[in-house]
C-alpha cells in the first residue's frame, strides 16, 4: 500500500482486539469500542481468551473481521503473539502499514478515534500508544517480584499501542515475541509484558510516542487510572481505563482526595456524546458494589430548603410497615414530606392493628389506599418481597418509599434507637426538600435503583464502620444463591445495604427481589435471617443493571463530619503515638496489621471477650459504657490490648490513675 498522511487514506490498517470476560458476556461497551474501530481499519481481528456466550461471539461477528477463540492462557501477551503468529503470520505483518493491538479493557470511545489518530499522524515514532507509565527509579519490584530492569521504564500501556511499518519489520519487534516468556500471573503480565515490550523496541533505536504528553509525569502514583479526569478534559484522551472505577482506593488517597473516578464520569456524561449506561451496565455486572459505590462516591448530601413545595403530578407511593402501633404516629408524621396525591399503602401483623392503623388515619385525614395484615414471623422483608409484590409490580408507580418501625434487639439506651430512627427517616424520607431532592436524583440518574440512609456507626454499630458482614454473610449467601445471583459479592468487602431495610426505590429495580421466596416457618427457626434480607436487596438490583446511593440531609451531613473527623483522629492519635509517623493511609494500616497479627495478642483478645461475653450474660459490667462499646468494637479492644502491652507498666498504671481505671483498663 502506498503512504499516506491521514487517517482517511487508504493505509492498511489491521487491530487486533482481546476479550476476556469470566463469564462470556458481550457487554455493548464492547461492541460500541469494536464499531469505532472498524470504522478506521482494514481488517479488524478479535481474540477471546476462555469462554465465549453463543449470544456473545453472535455480537462480535457483527462488528468484525475474524473471531479467534483460545483457551485463557498467557494474559494479553499471549493472545496478541497467538493471533500475530497464526491468525495473521508473519509474511502478512510485512504487508501490513499499522497494527493496533488493543483491549477490553477500555471503555470507548469517548470521542471519536479520528481526532487522535489524525494528531498522531505527524509523530514520527515508529510504535505509539495512547496512555504512558512514566520511569520509576525506585521501583525495584512490583507486586511482590523483582523488575526486569532493576527500576520501571517508561512505557505505554498494552491496553492501546499502534506499531508502524518499521517497527513491524524490526528484529526487535519479531525478538520481542519469540522471546516472550510465559505469562502465568496478573504480575508476570505487568512485567514481562507493557515494560519489556516498549524498551527493547527503544533500545534498538525504534521510536516511541504518546498521545499524552509528558507534563502530568509527576501528578500521582498510576496517571493512566489516577489522573484521567486531567486528561480526558485537557488532553482529550478518548479512552479510559476501567480499573479507574473500581481499582484500591487506597491507590488514589496516597496522593489525592480520590475524587478523580466520579470526576471523569461526570465530564463524559457533560461534555460527550458517549452513553455512560454501557459503563454503568458493565460496571453493575462486574464491578464489587463496595468497590463501585466508593468510587463514585455514591453519597449524596441533599440541600434542605425551607418552605419548598411538595412535588405534584409524580406517580409515587409509600408503604408502611407497622408492628407496633405505638410508632403509628410516629411513622405518619412523615408522610405529608412525600409528593401530592401519593398513594399511601399499610401493612400491619394482626386485625387489631389494623383497625387501629384505619382510625389512626381517619382522625388525621390520611388517605390509607390499602390496610393489609401478614404475619409477622417474616418482618419487614414479607411486608415489602411478599406482601407487598403485587403493588410494586401492577401499580404503575415511578418510585415508592418503604418504611417501618425501627427496633434494636436488645437495645440498653433509647437514644442509640432514636439515633437510627432519625438517621434513616432524615435521610429518606425527613423533609419535603429531602424528598424532592431523592426524586430529583432518581430523575437525573436513570441506573440508580435505590437510595437510603448512610449505615451507622454510633453505640454497638461502631463495628459496621469496619465494613463487617459478621454472622449474617453465610445467610445472605444462601438468599443470593437462591436468586441465582452472579454478581460479585465478597465477604472481605463492605456490604451496601439499605439501613433497617428503609429505602425509596425503583419497581423495575426490584424484579430479582420480588421473586423471592419467602419462607416464613424458616425465618421462625432462623431469626437472623431477616439481616440477611436487609444486606441482599442491592445486590439483586445490581444483577438487574441498577445501582444504589446512600442520602444524608445537609443538616445531618453537619454532625456526620464531625462524628467521622472525631473518630479517625482519635484512632490516627493512638497509633501515632505507638507507630509514629505514616505516609498514608495504607501505610498506617499496614503498620497496624503488622503490630495486631501477632499470635499473643489474639490469644488475649479471645480471653478478654470470653470474659466479657460472660459479665454481659450477668449485668455485672465494671462500666456499663466501655464494656458495652469494647464488645461492639474488636478492633478498638485489639488497639488497646497492644497499645498495652507495648506500654512500660509503670506508665500504664500512671494512665490509669490519671483517666480512672475504667476508662483504658
Same mark, same amino acid.
Given at each position: 500500500?502506498d503512504?499516506y498522511?491521514?487517517?482517511?487514506?487508504d493505509k492498511?490498517r489491521?487491530?487486533i482486539?482481546?476479550f476476556?470476560?469470566?463469564n462470556g458476556?458481550v457487554?455493548e461497551?464492547?461492541?460500541h469500542?469494536?464499531?469505532?474501530?472498524?470504522s478506521?481499519?482494514?481488517?479488524?481481528?478479535?481474540?477471546c481468551?476462555?469462554?465465549?456466550?453463543?449470544?456473545?461471539?453472535?455480537?462480535?461477528?457483527?462488528?468484525c473481521?475474524?473471531?479467534?477463540?483460545?483457551?485463557?492462557k498467557g494474559?494479553d501477551g499471549?493472545a496478541?503473539?497467538?493471533?500475530?503468529d497464526?491468525?495473521i503470520?508473519w509474511?502478512k505483518?510485512k504487508n501490513?502499514d499499522?497494527?493496533?493491538i488493543t483491549? !477490553?479493557t477500555?471503555y470507548?470511545p469517548?470521542v471519536p478515534?479520528?481526532?487522535?489518530f489524525?494528531?498522531?499522524?505527524?509523530s514520527? #515514532?515508529?510504535?505509539?500508544?495512547?496512555?504512558?507509565?512514566?520511569?520509576?527509579?525506585?521501583?525495584?519490584?512490583?507486586?511482590?517480584k523483582p523488575?526486569?530492569?532493576?527500576?520501571?521504564?517508561?512505557f505505554?500501556?498494552s491496553n492501546?499501542?499502534?506499531?508502524r511499518?518499521?517497527?513491524?519489520l524490526?528484529?526487535a519487534?519479531?525478538?520481542?515475541?519469540?522471546?516472550l516468556?510465559?505469562?502465568?500471573?496478573?504480575?508476570?503480565s505487568?512485567?514481562?509484558?507493557?515494560?519489556?515490550?516498549s524498551?527493547?523496541?527503544?533500545?534498538s533505536?525504534?521510536v516511541?510516542?504518546?498521545?499524552v504528553?509528558d507534563e502530568r509525569r509527576f501528578s500521582?502514583?498510576?496517571?493512566?487510572?489516577a489522573d484521567?479526569?486531567?486528561?480526558?478534559?485537557?488532553?482529550?484522551?478518548?479512552v479510559i481505563?476501567?480499573k479507574?472505577?473500581f481499582?484500591p482506593?487506597?491507590?488514589?488517597?496516597?496522593?489525592?482526595?480520590?475524587?478523580?473516578a466520579?470526576k471523569?464520569l /461526570?465530564?463524559?456524561?457533560?461534555?460527550?456524546d458517549f452513553d455512560t449506561?454501557?459503563?454503568?451496565e458493565?460496571?453493575?455486572?462486574?464491578?464489587?458494589?463496595?468497590?463501585?459505590?466508593?468510587r463514585?462516591?455514591l453519597?449524596y448530601i441533599?440541600?434542605?430548603?425551607k418552605?419548598?413545595?411538595?412535588l405534584?403530578g409524580r406517580k409515587?407511593a409509600?408503604i408502611c410497615?407497622?408492628?407496633?402501633?405505638?410508632?403509628?404516629?410516629?411513622?405518619?408524621?412523615?408522610?405529608?414530606?412525600?409528593?401530592?396525591?401519593s398513594?399511601?399503602y399499610?401493612?400491619?401483623?394482626?386485625?387489631?392493628?389494623?383497625?387501629s392503623?384505619a #382510625?389512626y388515619c381517619?382522625? !388525621?385525614?390520611?388517605t390509607a389506599?390499602?390496610?393489609t395484615?401478614t404475619?409477622?414471623?417474616g418482618?419487614w422483608?414479607n411486608a415489602?418481597?411478599?406482601t407487598?409484590?403485587?403493588v410494586?409490580?401492577?401499580g404503575?408507580?415511578?418510585?415508592?418509599c418503604f418504611?417501618h418501625?425501627?427496633?434494636?434487639?436488645n437495645n440498653?439506651?433509647?437514644r442509640?434507637?432514636? #439515633?437510627?430512627?432519625?438517621?434513616?427517616?432524615n435521610?429518606?424520607?425527613?423533609?419535603?426538600s429531602?424528598?424532592n431532592g431523592?426524586?430529583a436524583?432518581l430523575?437525573e440518574?436513570?441506573e440508580?435503583?435505590?437510595?437510603s440512609?448512610?449505615?451507622p456507626?454510633?453505640?454497638g454499630f461502631?463495628?459496621?464502620?469496619?465494613?463487617?458482614?459478621g454472622?449474617?454473610?453465610?445467610?445472605?449467601r444462601?438468599?443470593?444463591?437462591q436468586?441465582?445471583?452472579?454478581i460479585?459479592?465478597?465477604?472481605?468487602?463492605?456490604?451496601?445495604y439499605?439501613?433497617?431495610?428503609?429505602?425509596?426505590?425503583?419497581?423495575?429495580?426490584?424484579?430479582k427481589?420480588?421473586s423471592?421466596?419467602?419462607?416464613i /416457618?424458616e425465618?421462625?427457626k432462623e431469626?437472623n435471617?431477616i439481616?440477611?434480607y436487609e444486606?441482599?436487596?442491592y445486590?439483586?438490583?445490581?444483577?438487574?443493571g441498577y445501582?444504589?446511593?446512600?442520602?444524608?440531609?445537609?443538616?445531618? #451531613?453537619?454532625?456526620?463530619?464531625?462524628n467521622?473527623?472525631?473518630i479517625?483522629?482519635?484512632?490516627?492519635?493512638?497509633?501515632a503515638?505507638?507507630l509514629?509517623?505514616?505516609?498514608?493511609?495504607?501505610h498506617?494500616m499496614?503498620?497496624?496489621d503488622r503490630?495486631?497479627?501477632?499470635?499473643?495478642?489474639?490469644?488475649e483478645i479471645?480471653?478478654e471477650?470470653?470474659?466479657e461475653?460472660?459479665a454481659e450474660?450477668s449485668?455485672n459490667y465494671?462500666?456499663?459504657?466501655?464494656?458495652?462499646v469494647i464488645d461492639?468494637?474488636?478492633?478498638?479492644?485489639l488497639?488497646?490490648k497492644?497499645i498495652?502491652?507495648?506500654?512500660?507498666?509503670k506508665?500504664?498504671?500512671?494512665?490509669r490513675?490519671?483517666?480512672g481505671?475504667?476508662?483504658?483498663a
Open positions: 500500500m503512504n498522511d491521514s487517517v482517511y487514506s492498511y489491521v487491530a482486539y482481546l476476556f470476560d469470566k458476556i457487554d461497551y464492547v461492541t469500542y469494536l464499531r469505532a474501530l472498524q478506521i481499519t482494514s481488517e479488524l481481528i478479535v481474540v481468551n476462555g469462554k465465549l456466550t453463543v449470544s456473545g461471539k453472535e455480537k462480535l461477528e457483527t462488528v473481521t475474524k473471531v479467534h477463540q483460545r483457551y485463557n494474559f499471549w496478541y503473539k497467538d493471533v500475530i497464526n491468525v503470520g509474511e505483518i501490513i499499522e497494527l493496533i483491549n !477490553n477500555l470507548g469517548l478515534f479520528d481526532e487522535m489524525a494528531q498522531m499522524d505527524s514520527r #515514532a515508529d510504535f505509539w500508544g495512547i496512555q504512558k507509565r512514566y520511569e520509576d527509579k525506585s521501583l525495584k519490584t512490583f507486586l511482590g523488575t526486569v530492569h532493576g527500576y520501571m521504564p517508561d505505554t500501556p492501546f499501542w499502534v506499531i511499518k518499521n517497527a513491524l524490526s528484529k519487534f519479531k525478538e520481542f515475541w519469540d522471546k516468556p510465559p505469562l502465568n500471573s496478573y504480575e508476570d505487568c512485567l514481562y509484558c507493557e515494560p519489556v515490550f524498551k527493547s523496541l527503544v533500545d533505536g525504534l516511541m510516542d504518546t498521545y504528553g500521582c502514583t498510576s496517571p493512566t487510572e484521567t479526569y486531567y486528561q480526558l478534559s485537557e488532553e482529550k484522551v478518548p481505563r476501567r479507574t472505577f481499582n482506593m487506597s491507590l488514589y488517597l496516597k496522593c489525592d482526595n480520590a475524587d478523580n466520579v471523569s /461526570d465530564y463524559i456524561k457533560e461534555n460527550t449506561g454501557i459503563i454503568y458493565n460496571m453493575c455486572r462486574t464491578a464489587d458494589l463496595s468497590d463501585f459505590h466508593d463514585l462516591h453519597n441533599i440541600p434542605g430548603t418552605g419548598e413545595a411538595r405534584t409515587t409509600a410497615y407497622i408492628e407496633d402501633t405505638d410508632n403509628t404516629g410516629r411513622v405518619c408524621g412523615y408522610l405529608g414530606n412525600l409528593p401530592e396525591d398513594d399511601i399499610f401493612v400491619t401483623v394482626s386485625h387489631t392493628s389494623r383497625d392503623i #382510625a381517619e382522625e !388525621n385525614d390520611i389506599k390499602n390496610i395484615v404475619d409477622k414471623s418482618g422483608a415489602i418481597f411478599r407487598s409484590r403485587k410494586i409490580i401492577e404503575g408507580y415511578e418510585y415508592i418504611l418501625d425501627v427496633h434494636i434487639q440498653k439506651w433509647l442509640t434507637e432514636e #439515633a437510627l430512627w432519625n438517621r434513616c427517616y435521610a429518606v424520607i425527613g423533609s419535603v429531602q424528598v431523592i426524586i436524583l430523575d440518574n436513570r440508580m435503583g435505590a437510595v440512609a448512610m449505615p456507626y454510633h453505640a461502631f463495628e459496621e464502620a469496619g465494613g463487617s458482614w454472622k449474617y454473610y453465610k445467610l445472605t444462601r438468599i443470593y444463591n436468586l441465582g445471583l452472579t460479585s459479592m465478597n465477604e472481605s468487602k463492605t456490604p451496601i439499605p439501613v433497617c431495610g428503609i429505602f425509596w426505590f425503583r419497581p423495575e429495580a426490584m424484579g427481589l420480588l423471592l421466596k419467602i419462607d /416457618d425465618m421462625k431469626p435471617l439481616k440477611a444486606y441482599i436487596p445486590y439483586a438490583m445490581q444483577q438487574s445501582y444504589p446511593a446512600y442520602a444524608i440531609s445537609e443538616t445531618d #451531613a453537619r454532625y456526620e463530619i464531625t467521622l473527623t472525631y479517625l483522629r482519635s484512632y490516627n492519635a493512638v497509633a503515638k505507638h509514629g509517623h505514616c505516609k498514608n493511609i495504607e498506617r499496614a503498620q497496624l503490630v495486631l497479627d501477632t499470635d499473643k495478642v489474639k490469644k479471645v480471653i471477650k470470653k470474659a461475653q460472660k450474660k449485668e465494671s462500666s456499663d459504657e466501655i464494656n458495652y461492639s468494637a474488636p478492633f478498638g479492644l488497639l488497646k497492644t498495652k502491652r507495648l506500654v512500660p507498666k506508665l500504664w498504671a500512671k494512665l490513675h490519671i483517666f481505671k475504667d476508662k483504658i
